[in-house]
């Protein structure tokens, strides 16, 4: 079985300081990690995936993300926020034992403020 | 992601009736999700298809849902005789073949029952 958990249902944090969205992982194999931002009424989009290799991912609008295998975490950086950052983020697991299922944690809302 | 085409954004149904909705892949892309968000919660996997196949619907309902992704046409999940439950946001995303591959979402399509 997989899950995902993302501890927080928000983050605040001021523009201009970094950010942090935790998530953590529980598979039976090896996991394929993501991140997906969703912001009012629209769909998903991709952020960022760790599939192997260097564990510090970077993807798009300036955030990062670093697999730490022990921890079973790949939490969500950014080292300066901006107000526009805020939305929904998602993050996500296939495990490689398992079937095609993407498993989403529950989504941690980033509010940025001014 | 603009590239995934989901069609109607909104359907409003009267309790009984039959709901379908549409979604068109990414051009190159033969593989389709449809995930379900209900208010509060994050993303729920129902099904995983290519063109002809049902290739994983672990987490499609045992009644009154079905998918299909024919060899011509968009992927159609159609929910028969809907109740308020099924009230929800419902996502396509595609994918090129697999597992690593990141999903494209598209804008959703939203379930009102009445």
């Known amino acids: 079985a997989q899950s995902v958990a993302q501890p927080e249902d928000q983050v605040n944090v001021a523009e201009g300081n970094p950010l942090t969205v935790k998530c953590t992982y529980s598979v039976s194999g090896n996991p394929y990690l993501f991140w997906y931002v969703q912001y009012p009424n629209r769909g998903l989009q991709f952020l960022l995936k760790y599939i192997t290799g260097d564990n510090l991912v970077k993807g798009s609008y300036g955030f990062e993300a670093e697999f730490n295998k022990s921890q079973t975490s790949f939490h969500l950086k950014k080292p300066s926020a901006l107000v526009s950052d805020s939305a929904l983020y998602f993050c996500?697991?296939?495990?490689?034992?398992?079937?095609?299922?993407?498993?989403f944690g529950k989504g941690t809302s980033l509010l940025v403020t001014p | 992601n603009a590239g995934v085409m989901q069609n109607p954004r909104h359907l409003v149904r009267r309790r009984g009736q039959e709901a379908r909705l549409r979604c068109s892949p990414m051009?190159?892309?033969?593989?389709v999700y449809w995930y379900r968000q209900l208010p509060e919660e994050g993303l729920k996997f129902m099904v995983y298809?290519?063109?002809?196949?049902?290739?994983?619907e672990s987490g499609m309902p045992k009644e009154r849902f079905s998918a299909e992704f024919p060899k011509e046409g968009p992927s159609i999940l159609r929910i028969q005789q809907v109740v308020r439950g099924d009230s929800a946001a419902y996502f396509c995303?595609?994918?090129?073949?697999?597992?690593?591959?990141?999903?494209?979402f598209g804008q959703g399509t939203r379930l009102t029952v009445v």
């Open positions: 996500a697991v296939r495990d490689t034992n398992s079937g095609y299922a993407l498993n």
């Open positions: 995303a595609s994918v090129v073949t697999g597992r690593e591959a990141e999903a494209f």
């Open positions: 051009k190159g892309h033969s593989h």
């Open positions: 298809l290519q063109k002809e196949n049902i290739i994983d």
